[in-house]
């Protein structure tokens, strides 16, 4: 049975057309005012997904293994990974090591990547051993970095709080100390003042979307529009909205989104 992460899957594709559905309910609603959009929300059902497609099922979920489904995979992991949500992106890349013969030896910051989801969620021995086979295969000297400095004999038992505040503080200072392009980037360690935090996380948002990671950048200005900071900001909460709107509206027009990590298959980081 296909993994429901595999974007070939029934459920990959009933998402993808509720997203559709919800799409068109927005465009309708920027061209008439008047149209109730909650109650078309509402009222937006799959319930036609089955008769219409079932009949292709078989043939969505045997098919071969094309570069725009390893690259929607890769996309996802790294949007699930910058929004903080480590187990969704160990599912994702997990199962892109699956899909893709040798995925492992194949994309650098692949296993990095997974080691520092590993370490998030407090499993140091899964985190070493792929931080590791990034050392291995990649010769990372930002993954031998992270594994002494946080990963050695004798370092402190540390909470997930703490745990998270380290991936942040070191994916910031490997992007500053790089000459090259940066492959993974992740929120700044927070302050301590709220609107410090707002403000550091709307600079964020803008700096993924200066290096064309949109859908970084889309994640971080969701988690804005979801924080109660907001709610007092009437008018930068309608800005933000129609952020994000314009940022999937691009998206949706796109054959493909660029990789947010440069899984090259050789090279240092």
């Known amino acids: ?34 149209m109730d959009a909650v109650q078309r929300i509402k009222e937006c059902t799959c319930t036609d997904f089955i008769p219409k497609f079932g009949h292709l099922f078989d043939q969505w979920e045997t098919a071969p293994v094309n570069d725009t489904m390893v690259q929607g995979l890769i996309s996802r992991g790294l949007s699930q990974f910058s929004s903080e949500q480590y187990v969704s992106a160990l599912i994702t890349l997990n199962y892109l090591d699956q899909m893709v013969s040798g995925g492992c030896q194949s994309y650098r910051n692949l296993n990095f990547t997974r080691g520092l989801a590993y370490y998030a969620g ?39 709080a703490d745990r998270r505040a380290n991936i942040r503080r070191f994916i910031v200072e490997a992007s500053q100390n790089t000459t090259s392009g940066v492959d993974i980037m992740l929120p700044q360690e927070p302050q301590s003042n709220v609107i410090s935090d707002f403000q550091g996380r709307l600079a964020i948002a803008k700096r993924y979307l200066h290096h064309g990671k949109s859908e970084e950048a889309l994640c971080v200005y969701q988690g804005l529009l979801s924080d109660s900071t907001l709610n007092g900001h009437i008018e930068l909460k309608e800005k933000l909205t129609k952020l994000v709107e314009g940022i999937r509206s691009a998206k949706m027009s796109r054959v493909s989104l660029q990789a947010g990590f440069n899984f090259a298959g050789s090279g240092t980081s």
């Open 1 to 34: 049975k296909i993994s429901p992460a595999d974007p070939r899957s029934r459920r990959h594709r009933l998402e993808r057309y509720y997203l559709q559905k919800l799409q068109h309910i927005a465009d309708e609603a920027k061209t008439n005012p008047s």
């Open 122 to 160: 407090g499993d140091d021995e899964q985190a070493a051993a792929n931080i590791q086979k990034e050392i291995h295969f990649f010769q990372s000297q930002n993954a031998q970095t992270f594994l002494a400095q946080y990963l050695g004999t004798g370092n402190a038992v540390v909470n997930a």
